[in-house]
């Protein structure tokens, strides 16, 4: 019987949106651009990775091929004639450039609404907002109150925050308030249970997620965050794929942060991790677990949170070789009607300016030992992924999308 595995790699966009002008992402393309970067010998100080960008099992999926048709253009050291499977490139119809706008769309359900922001002026909350969350939350004030990179604000906030008491809040261009503090100086229960409060306020807004981010260390050099990262999301306004799979009677397994962005609605069994290593190892675990008609979907975050959004070419390119260097160990676990997907929820270019995700299309690179290999094209929704899913699975089809298998 039929299984499915979803691995989502944050942030992993392959060229720009037909309508990534109106974002100021024209020309963005994470993957891409990465590597042109590795291809022209750009020296690596940190000394993670030399050479050309080297990812020949996802390459050999189609990574390079759809690259090649989402913009046309073939990058350095990807060939555009897959081994096997099944490539194409997803195009969100949802407005925005959102981690949950994404990974709804995924699942079968686009978001048919205009997310809340916050302004890019200093302070950037409002007044009253801020009023009300510290004396419901007793705080003696907050810290930050701007857009920021999540570690470089801990890094330059850390101290101080541990000295006041004080979280740390800032946002950025998605739809998200964000909290850290410290583990044991301000308690991992006390900032979930300020997140709580801060959920209430800022849902009214239209605001996606209230992120608990805990960070350790006593000084700027050793600031880390943890993987007890917590969201507090808004629920899909309509059943996901999860969902229906739960419905139907089957197992859906959701890895690292999945549960929290679709705030636990379809979820049967909800497994955390923290790095790429460990949310392999975990993805691995649910596969031996996994009954028939199983949904597995993992988020691989550290693309976007520790690379993307920090900027870091190199480190970028050295993940994407670690994950596709693991691909084979995912592969050979496989049964003969498993489905494995590879996929993406937006772009966040290391190359471009600024800190925030890039407005892109994303590969969808499909194999199973059932199906042969072929091109999907450009589908015209991410929620394509959804329902080709349902249909491998056995589910009715649903409202939004059509299968490409």
């Known amino acids: ?15 720009g949106s037909p309508d990534a002008n109106q ?24 000394g993670l990775r030399s050479g050309s960008l080297n990812v020949p099992n ?3 999926m189609g990574l390079g091929a759809a690259i090649k048709l989402s913009t046309g253009s073939l990058p350095p050291n990807l060939s555009d004639v897959p081994k096997g499977g099944r490539f194409g490139v997803g195009r969100e119809i949802s407005r925005g450039k959102d981690t949950p706008s994404g990974h709804w769309e995924i699942a ?7 997310w809340g922001y916050f302004p890019q002026s200093e302070p950037t909350f409002p007044p009253h907002l801020i009023e009300e969350f510290v004396r419901r939350a007793e705080l003696p004030g907050i810290l930050g109150d701007k857009h920021a990179s999540g570690t470089d604000i801990i890094a330059a906030l850390g101290e101080e925050h541990i000295r006041t008491g004080k979280p740390i809040c800032y946002t950025s261009i998605d739809s998200v308030f964000q909290i850290a503090a410290h583990e044991s100086h301000f308690g991992l229960e006390r900032l979930y249970e300020i997140c709580r409060q801060a959920f209430e306020l800022t849902a009214p807004l239209n605001i996606g997620r209230v992120i608990a981010r805990p960070f350790v260390g006593d000084t700027p050099d050793t ?12 629920p899909p306004p309509e059943p996901t794929l999860l969902d229906r799979n739960q419905a139907a009677g089957n197992q859906v397994y959701a890895v ?17 991790g923290t790095g790429i290593p460990q949310l392999f190892d975990k993805t691995l675990d649910a596969m031996e ?4 008609r199983a949904f597995i979907m993992t988020n691989f975050v550290d693309f976007d949170s520790e690379y993307g959004h920090r900027r870091d070419v190199p480190g970028y390119a050295a993940a994407l070789e670690l994950f596709d260097a693991r691909l084979p160990e995912l592969i050979a676990k496989m049964r003969y009607d498993d489905l494995l997907v590879l996929t993406a929820d937006h772009g966040n270019d290391p190359t471009w300016p600024g800190t925030d995700h890039t407005r892109e299309q994303v590969p969808i690179l499909v194999f199973s030992p059932a199906l042969p290999k072929g091109e999907i094209g450009i589908r015209s929704t991410f929620a394509d992924i959804g329902e080709s899913i349902a249909a491998w699975l056995g589910l009715a089809p649903g409202r939004h999308g059509r299968s490409f298998l």
Not at 2 to 8: D, E, G, K, S
Not at 28 to 43: C, D, F, L, P, S
Not at 108 to 114: L, S
Not at 261 to 266: D, E, H
């Open 1 to 15: 019987m039929p299984r499915a595995i979803v691995c989502l790699l944050d942030s992993v966009g392959i060229g």
């Open 23 to 46: 974002y100021g992402d024209q020309g963005a393309n994470t993957v891409g651009h990465i590597a042109e970067w590795a291809a022209e010998g750009r020296a690596d100080r940190a």
């Open 108 to 114: 079968g359900v686009p978001v048919p609404f205009d």
């Open 289 to 292: 677990m996994a009954a028939d």
């Open 223 to 234: 600031f880390k965050r943890t993987g007890n990262r917590r969201d507090f999301a808004i």
């Open 256 to 272: 690292g942060k999945i549960s929290d962005i679709y705030a636990g609605s379809g979820v049967t069994h909800k497994i955390k």
């Open 58 to 60: 996802m390459d050999a």
